[in-house]
């Protein structure tokens, strides 16, 4: 693939690699420097880019791999446990409660596993279960299992906000 | 209480287009991808050559002074295979299933820390006993002790070598790679675990 391609379909998808770094990264250097590294690792993976997946879920797997086992995370500060405030912004329209619940499920998402994020992420995102098994590595009967615990787990701990999901 | 799935879902979707994000235009990410092949990579990758190179002459150098050809051979081999997995861990691209890369990391890192700690033992072996017979010349000229005094000076040195090898090592290996191998041993057990519920 062409660097100039290549670089149009990562434009065209970047929403992909932003979402995993608000997932692994609270803090918007880091975030940054995720998202650089991500944008590298998929340039060096392109060519493994077969199309026998989709794209975005080839994207989905290269940079939840990065962002996981990225050697750099582990030599930098603890990740703090409250959501940066400024990872939400609402240009157009202003719903606190909305905001609240948002803020509330990343910091939910924030408390899990690495791997628990993961799976959880591409869950949200409606790939399904085959894809998810796929880019994790596990069989497609465990990711339904691991789900329903990961969605139990999240929901004890967005219970303690149970005004806002009421 | 209304936390179904749906709830969820409805909310991570209509967030992901309000959360705080730069976009990106196509000629950013063009320069990400010089910039990054330049700098981040390119600097980690140079300075591993640069290391690899020095134990080389070194090893070259301890094998002249020693004047012993197969020491230096040995230290030059080991340090290869060192520098080998170092470069394999840094530059690994991951793009396999989680798993899969979990695993490849693991056994990687296992062989580059085998690979470390016999060099580790080796400059150890080198390093103590040259400091050793240097010391031991230097009691015996200066001092009269007997032979239980010099037994006990002896094993107090040799503890004492071991133990600053044994930390400097350890201090060393945080510095470069932090509690990396010990995440990524945790994501594994972690895979392993899904695939036995």
Redesign the interface.
């Known amino acids: 693939m062409l660097?100039?391609e290549f670089?149009?379909l990562?434009?065209d998808n970047?929403?992909i690699v932003?979402?995993v770094c608000?997932v692994y990264c609270p803090n918007p250097q880091d975030r940054?420097d995720l998202f650089?590294?991500i944008?590298?690792?998929l340039?060096?993976?392109s060519n493994?880019f077969r199309g026998d997946a989709k794209f975005t879920t080839w994207m989905y797997?290269?940079a939840?791999?990065?962002a996981?086992?990225s050697?750099k995370k582990?030599?930098k500060q603890p990740i703090p446990k409250e959501i940066n405030e400024?990872?939400?912004?609402?240009?157009?329209q202003k719903d606190d409660l909305?905001d609240e619940?948002?803020k509330s499920?990343y910091e939910a998402i924030g408390q899990l596993?690495?791997?628990e994020k993961?799976i959880i992420m591409l869950h949200?995102?409606?790939h399904t279960y085959q894809d998810i098994a796929?880019?994790?590595?596990?069989?497609e009967s465990?990711v339904g299992?691991?789900i329903n615990r990961i969605?139990k787990k999240?929901?004890e701990i967005?219970?303690r906000k149970?005004t806002l999901?009421? | 209480?209304?936390?179904d799935?749906f709830?969820?879902?409805d909310?991570?979707?209509?967030?992901?287009h309000?959360?705080?994000?730069?976009?990106?235009?196509?000629a950013?990410?063009?320069q990400?991808?010089k910039?990054?092949?330049a700098s981040?990579?390119g600097k980690i990758n140079k300075s591993i050559f640069i290391e690899a190179g020095l134990m080389l002459v070194m090893s070259v150098v301890v094998g002249v002074l020693l004047e012993n050809i197969i020491l230096g051979v040995v230290i030059s081999l080991v340090s290869a295979v060192y520098y080998f997995f170092k470069y394999k861990?840094?530059n690994?691209?991951?793009?396999?299933?989680?798993?899969?890369?979990?695993n490849r990391?693991v056994t990687i890192f296992q062989r580059y820390l085998i690979a470390y700690y016999l060099l580790l033992w080796g400059c150890m072996g080198f390093v103590g006993s040259t400091f050793f017979i240097s010391f031991r010349k230097y009691l015996q000229k200066y001092t009269d002790q007997n032979f239980y005094t010099q037994i006990a000076l002896d094993g107090v040195i040799t503890i004492l070598i071991v133990a600053l090898f044994y930390f400097a090592g350890k201090y060393y290996l945080k510095l470069l790679?932090?509690?990396?191998f010990e995440?990524?041993q945790k994501?594994k057990k972690?895979?392993d675990n899904?695939?036995e519920?």
């Open positions: 660097q100039d670089s149009k990562i434009t970047q929403d932003h979402k608000n940054a650089q590294e944008v590298y690792q340039w060096k993976s493994t797997r290269v939840l791999n990065t996981i086992t050697f582990f030599k400024r990872i939400l912004e609402y240009p157009e909305f619940r948002l499920l596993s690495d791997i993961a949200l995102e409606e796929k880019v994790m590595g596990i069989t465990n299992v691991k969605k999240l929901k967005l219970k149970e999901w009421n | 209480m209304e936390l799935d709830d969820l879902k909310v991570w979707q209509k967030g992901n309000n959360t705080q994000k730069t976009i990106h235009s196509q950013d990410i063009s990400m991808l910039k990054s092949t981040t990579l861990i840094l690994y691209v991951p793009n396999k299933s989680i798993k899969k890369t979990v990391l790679y932090g509690n990396y995440e990524l994501y972690e895979l899904i695939e519920l």
